[in-house]
């Protein structure tokens, strides 16, 4: 399988075992031949974690037989180039903006549910109640009572 979009460099191999393993075709900036780094190896399922790959770990020069040095090394040493540090510099980017979530975006979705609730035809007073809950417990309005148990 190979991906034609912005991350062009990512392939997956998937065997006939089961074993699908992962890798990163660049080109090298000092002597533009194909390169290839292999990211990961995984298995089809956990009981199957001990199954050796059919050409074996020498053949295949898998990253999963490297230390775990030898990985941060060829790592470190393909960020000194300017053309492979901007993309990883961009796909962190992108990945820091999907996964920041604060309260004011939670405040956003929040209201936009109660928004989209008292709009529609099918009105559904269960998710405004919630959401408009959520909100009071986030701004500190709403703290819920805890009564003891009468005996």
């Known amino acids: 399988m190979v991906d ?11 065997g006939t075992k089961g074993i699908k393993t992962f890798f990163y075709r660049y080109r ?11 990211l990961g190896i995984y298995v089809h399922s956990v009981k199957d974690e001990n199954l050796e ?3 074996g770990k020498k053949k295949l020069g898998l ?6 040095e030898t990985i ?8 000194d180039y300017d ?9 962190q980017a992108e990945v820091k903006e999907r ?6 975006k939670k405040k956003l979705w929040l209201i936009d549910i109660i928004e989209r609730s008292l ?10 109640i919630l959401a408009i809950a959520e909100l009071n417990k986030m701004d500190g309005d709403y703290t819920p009572i805890k009564n003891g148990v009468l005996q």
């Not at 990253?63 to 775990?68: C, N, V, Y």
């Not at 709009?119 to 405004?128: K, L, M, P, V």
């Open 4 to 14: 034609i979009g912005e991350n062009s460099g990512l392939r997956v191999i998937c």
């Open 28 to 38: 090298s900036p000092i002597n533009n031949k194909l390169k290839q780094l292999t």
């Open 53 to 55: 790959p059919p050409l």
């Open 63 to 68: 990253a999963s037989a490297m230390k775990i």
């Open 72 to 79: 941060n090394s060829n790592a470190k040493n393909l960020t």
């Open 83 to 91: 053309k492979i540090a901007s993309r990883i510099t961009v796909l």
């Open 99 to 104: 996964i920041n979530i604060n309260t004011d």
């Open 119 to 128: 709009s529609e035809d099918n009105y559904s007073a269960n998710d405004a």
